[in-house]
């Protein structure tokens, strides 16, 4: 399938990337299909490309890679809506931010993305440890820590 995107042209996406929301992500209702785009190998960020809006995208990542005990409580409710009975069947995704040299996570609106039948859910936790600005990575420190090794 050819995905318009704004920042990388027209791209062919595997079908097997698309993800479809049924009741959308939080704030955009009417966009329930989307591709999950690697732009790089061994990138661990991801673009959550709308399929029918080429200017509306997040970055997203696995968001235990920076929240090893980051856990999503899910209600069976929830994960029945995107065809779930197990939970360990589920994919999590963080939408990632950009304030100045921080990364920062929404842990509080994951997105749980149904492994086998792509069909996914943003949840709202109520878990007040995580917010939605979640520090993940600090630029600057990474940054100056390659310009030592260099």
């Given at each position: 399938?050819?995905?318009?995107?704004?920042?990388?042209?027209?791209?062919?996406?595997?079908?097997?990337?698309?993800?479809?929301?049924?009741?959308?992500?939080?704030?955009?209702?009417?966009?329930?299909?989307?591709?999950?785009?690697?732009?790089?190998?061994?990138?661990?960020?991801?673009?959550?490309?709308?399929?029918?809006?080429?200017?509306?995208?997040?970055?997203?990542?696995?968001?235990?890679?920076?929240?090893?005990?980051?856990?999503?409580?899910?209600?069976?409710?929830?994960?029945?809506?995107?065809?779930?009975?197990?939970?360990?069947?589920a994919q999590v995704f963080t939408i990632v931010n950009k304030v100045d040299n921080l990364l920062t996570g929404n842990l509080q609106?994951?997105?749980?993305?149904?492994?086998?039948?792509?069909?996914?859910?943003?949840?709202?936790?109520?878990?007040?440890?995580?917010?939605?600005?979640?520090?993940?990575?600090?630029?600057?420190?990474?940054?100056?820590?390659?310009?030592?090794?260099?």
């Amino acid at each position: 399938m050819i995905v318009a995107t704004s920042r990388f042209g027209s791209l062919e996406v595997d079908e097997g990337r698309l993800i479809h929301f049924p009741k959308g992500i939080l704030g955009f209702p009417e966009h329930q299909a989307y591709a999950l785009i690697q732009t790089a190998e061994n990138s661990i960020f991801y673009w959550l490309q709308s399929v029918d809006r080429p200017d509306l995208a997040f970055v997203v990542c696995d968001p235990r890679l920076f929240v090893p005990d980051y856990v999503v409580p899910v209600k069976l409710e929830e994960l029945s809506q995107i065809g779930l009975t197990d939970p360990s069947a589920a994919q999590v995704f963080t939408i990632v931010n950009k304030v100045d040299n921080l990364l920062t996570g929404n842990l509080q609106g994951p997105l749980v993305v149904n492994v086998e039948t792509r069909q996914a859910r943003q949840l709202v936790l109520s878990d007040r440890r995580y917010s939605t600005r979640h520090p993940l990575m600090n630029l600057g420190q990474r940054q100056e820590a390659a310009a030592r090794t260099a």
